[in-house]
Antibody, heavy 121, light 108 residues
């Protein structure tokens, strides 16, 4: 059973960089699409993007200029960096596994519990 | 605004059948996946592909698709099905993922 756990600061200052890590346990990171999804308080889900176990990335066009994702399969971790944050980036951030992004049977089948990140001075 | 449109709220009487819909042009080419989210919890995959249920999801949950509309049906809704439901599929470019705005299901 694959398990994911997010970690990182719960408070980030405006204009700073939000950095989160997701640790994967209970299964191999190969080959999968490791995804970040966020949810502002009281609002819906937003796909941020993925990093494939090979290192390839694909980002939401609305966030692409500020987002970088990376993966380290030796430590079973992948990460999210979101630059120049504002209050609008305050959200619960989830990491998830995408079973196969390019498949018709695509799904986010495993999720972390989420970590709340607040952007405030 | 999302490229996938869901009704904000739907209600169903206990034991009855309810259908939650998701509309978007990309659904003519791609299946939707569906997620249940209860307060304070991470989303949970309930339906994916043509009509596939992950292990542990009750068979009262089913999915279908027609044209630009994907549907999630719950046959014999239970009190524990009260939750927010989100659809997910590709955007109009086919290269990225988007979520619907979510539907709050109330079981009366």
């Amino acid at each position: 059973q694959v398990q994911l756990q997010e970690s990182g600061p719960g408070l980030v200052k405006p204009s700073d960089t939000l950095s989160l890590t997701c640790t994967v346990s209970g299964g191999s990171m190969h080959p999968s699409y490791w995804t970040w999804i966020r949810q502002p308080p009281g609002k819906g889900l937003e796909w941020i993007g993925y990093v494939h176990s090979s290192g390839n990335t694909n980002y939401n066009p609305s966030l692409k200029s500020r987002v970088t994702m990376s993966v380290d399969t030796s430590t079973s971790q992948f990460s999210l960096n979101l630059r120049s944050v504002t209050a609008a980036d305050t959200a619960m951030y989830y990491c998830a596994r995408d079973s196969d992004f390019w498949s018709l049977d695509h799904a986010f089948d495993y999720w972390g519990q989420g970590t709340l990140v607040t952007v405030s001075s | 605004s999302s490229e996938l449109t869901q009704d904000p709220a739907v209600s169903v009487a206990l034991g009855q059948t309810v259908t939650i819909t998701c509309q978007g042009d990309s659904l003519r080419s791609y299946y939707a996946s569906w997620y249940q989210q209860k307060p304070g919890q991470a989303p949970l995959l309930v339906i994916y592909g043509k009509d596939n249920r992950p292990s542990g999801i009750p068979d009262r949950f089913s999915g279908s698709s027609s044209g630009s509309t994907a549907s999630l049906s719950i046959t014999g809704a239970q009190a524990e099905d009260e939750a927010d439901y989100y659809c997910n599929s590709r955007d109009s470019s086919g290269k990225h993922m988007v979520f619907g705005g979510g539907t709050k299901l109330t079981v009366l």
